[in-house]
């Protein structure tokens, strides 16, 4: 018994897919990876333990495992793109607050709420991807995870000059939020697709 061949994806179609995947995947990680390089002057500036500065980055990690049983349900209660919108904006939102943040706490409290959009986003859109994409999964995964690992990547790295350049280690973490903005306005653009039927 031969498998039918998938269907061509439009080449239109395919491209909006990869952008969406590549922006929505560059923001798995610069809100957990941009606080390591800047935690010496998060430390001067609130007096934070080194047991502080390690839940800052631990606390999204846990975040992102308890995400991973809730996401579903959550799914099946609002639909894989509403879950996808909502995920980006609790990124975008927690990095902004990080702009007003006096106190290690409320550092805790958007690392907690960035890790539960993380965690949606990295169970749900995968899932979406083999829905839509067909005989292309392979190669809008690829992409995919490709941004995952080069936001870590660049955030890791410009961190600290990007701290500098806007004034300070606030404004060099809730810069990221710019890529959330970016993701948003893709999947706008491109939510057609992912609402399509199937690709058999």
């Known amino acids: 018994m031969t498998t039918p061949t998938p269907a061509p994806l439009p080449r239109r179609a395919l491209a909006g897919m990869i952008t969406v995947a590549v922006l929505v995947g560059l923001n798995l990680r610069p809100s957990m990876a941009a606080v390591g390089p800047l935690a010496d002057r998060i430390q001067a500036e609130l007096g934070a333990s080194y047991t502080g500065l390690a839940l800052l980055t631990t606390l999204p ?3 992102m495992a308890a995400g991973c049983f ?17 995920s980006l904006l609790m990124i975008l939102l927690a990095d902004l607050a990080r702009l007003a943040n006096q106190t290690l706490a409320g550092l805790m409290l958007t690392a907690l709420v960035a890790g539960f959009g993380i965690a949606f986003l990295q169970v749900r859109l995968p899932a979406l991807i083999k829905r839509r994409a067909g005989g292309y999964t392979a190669l809008v995964m690829g992409w995919y995870i490709a941004a995952v690992m080069g936001g870590a990547a660049l955030a890791s790295s410009l ?9 300070g280690w606030r404004a060099g973490l809730a810069v990221w939020a710019a890529l959330a903005v970016l993701a948003l306005l893709a999947w706008w653009r491109g939510r057609a697709v992912f609402g399509a039927p199937p690709v058999q």
């Open 159 to 167: 961190a600290p000059s990007l701290a500098t350049l806007a004034g």
């Open 61 to 63: 990690v846990l975040a």
């Open 70 to 86: 809730l996401g579903a349900g959550l799914a099946r209660r609002l639909g894989d793109p509403a879950l996808v919108v909502a």
